[in-house]
């Protein structure tokens, strides 16, 4: 890393490094610049060649330099890492982060909207024209995509990723590491299992186990003689 580079990023406890500078690091640039509340100063990513630039900001090389951006002060870092389908790559990048000391700020963008009652634990990152309703809770390093409904009393544990347009209906409970795909559909009073996956448009009207797959466009639980249809990928 060229130091003179983080030299001149003015450092205060505003900033922020994130880590991943793909799509969805992307979409977490624009929505921390649109908050206001915290700077991103620099990027991280083994993928990317240092001295890079993303959307202007220097890519400074991968996660063996943690250590030497935390000893020169920096305190925050942003999960940029979607993990769709691989949930356990972007949980492998805040086993990292936490090891290095980091903390993890919560994103909000400004036209999503949290009700007083509902809570968000720290590295939720809630994008735009979202709805989280009362008493709702939002685990740790949950993404809440744009445009999606987190309704009254739903519970949802760590690292759960809610695509764009997801629907959950009152008192869900979403256990830790689930993915629930675009525009699905989650009915009253349900639970979805640890690490299941609900494809893109599939509806859910009974509790999902843990593991299991809902392929997208179809019902769940799927009647008796029909075959599942579809791909099981949340985008």
């Known amino acids: 890393m060229d130091s003179s580079i983080l030299d001149s990023l003015a450092l205060d406890a505003t900033s922020a490094i994130l ?52 000893s020169r002060g920096l305190r925050l870092a942003i999960n940029g890492v979607g993990g769709i389908n691989h949930y356990e790559v972007r949980l492998e990048v805040f086993e990292q982060l936490i090891a290095a000391g980091f903390a993890f700020p919560t994103l909000v963008h ?24 009362s008493e709702a809770h939002v685990g740790f390093g949950t993404v809440i995509n744009a445009g999606v409904v987190v309704s009254h009393d739903c519970r949802l544990g760590q690292v759960v990723n809610l ?13 830790d590491y689930a993915q629930i795909g675009m525009a699905a559909t ?9 690490g299941a996956r609900i494809g893109n448009g599939a509806t859910v009207k009974a509790d999902v186990p843990a593991g299991a797959v809902v392929r ?18 949340s985008a």
Do not use: F
């Open 216 to 233: 997208a466009g179809t019902i769940w639980p799927i009647r008796p003689g029909s075959a599942p249809s579809g791909d099981a990928a």
């Open 110 to 133: 400004p036209s999503a909207w949290i009700e007083p009652s509902a809570c968000l634990e720290d590295g939720v990152q809630v994008l735009a024209k979202s709805y989280i309703s």
């Open 19 to 70: 880590y991943g500078g793909g799509g969805h690091g992307k979409t977490l640039i624009d929505l921390a610049r649109a908050e206001g509340k915290l700077r991103v100063v620099a990027i991280l990513d083994d993928g990317l060649e240092p001295d890079a630039r993303v959307m202007g900001l220097p890519v400074l090389g991968g996660a063996g330099l943690l250590p030497e951006l935390y």
């Open 163 to 175: 695509s764009p347009g997801a629907m959950l209906a009152g008192s869900v409970t979403v256990e």
């Open 186 to 194: 989650i009915n009253l009073n349900l639970t979805i299992g640890r």
